[in-house]
């Protein structure tokens, strides 16, 4: 054998750790770049669906059919108050078996599951609260209710020489009885408009003679946030 292909041969010899090196960095850097898109596929695959529930979440969370809601986007604060992660899934049973997050203006509301990632869609919403408001003594035969309300209670306490037959809402009789009426009653009336109540009597009535309770809406501005992780 001649010096030159001795020399030759150390040198491809020398080579063969090299180039199994550089193999194991291909067979690698493959695996882990099929690993990446197969991860990215997943991805791919699961955020639509992902982002579809939690669009549809919080549309049905505000929408007028919600058992949330008095209207469309108004939140009824009576129901958000008795909310809890059980009765959410009852009312929304399509939320089941995934991770997910309600809050309101920062308060949680619900939280199943570990939704660390996920995605979030954020709403601007009103959030109605009612108050009751009394009026003790209602001055004359007929008051109208400075704020909107969907009902009202009524004392009635005529006295004996006055005869209370009828009261009626905007026109509407929601109170008769020809023998008088005399105890405590709650009628409905209109949500929608300014509510203007008659009384008809026959005899004095003096302003100590009804009582009323009506129960007119305070809404805020609140942000509500929906968390969905699939």
Known sequence: MTPAASVDGQRAQ???PA??????????????????????????RREPAERAAAVGLSERLVSDASPLTTRG???????????SDD??????????????????????LVER????????MRRVVLVERRQSVTVSRVPGDRIALPRRTPRATLGLTPP???????????????LHDPSGL?????????????????FEHA????????????????????????????
């Open 160 to 174: 004996p020489a006055t005869n209370l037959t009828t009261v009626r809402a905007n026109g509407r009789v929601v």
């Open 19 to 44: 180039l199994a090196v550089a193999l194991v960095l291909v067979t690698v850097t493959a695996g882990l770049g099929l690993s990446l898109a197969d991860g990215a596929f997943a991805d791919a």
């Open 203 to 230: 005899g004095p009535l003096p302003p100590n003679a009804v009582e009323l309770t009506y129960y007119p809406a305070r809404t805020t501005k609140a942000e509500l946030v929906v968390t969905v992780d699939a």
């Open 182 to 198: 005399r105890g405590t009653f709650d009628v409905t009336l209109s949500r929608y408009e300014t509510t203007h109540l008659a």
């Open 113 to 120: 599951g570990d939704p660390a990632g996920g995605t979030t």
């Open 73 to 83: 986007n108004v939140l009824n604060g009576s129901e958000v108050d008795r909310l």
């Open 14 to 16: 020398a080579n063969l």
């Open 87 to 108: 009765r959410f899934v009852a009312l929304f049973p399509a939320s089941e078996g995934r991770a997910v997050r309600v809050r309101l203006d920062g308060e949680t």
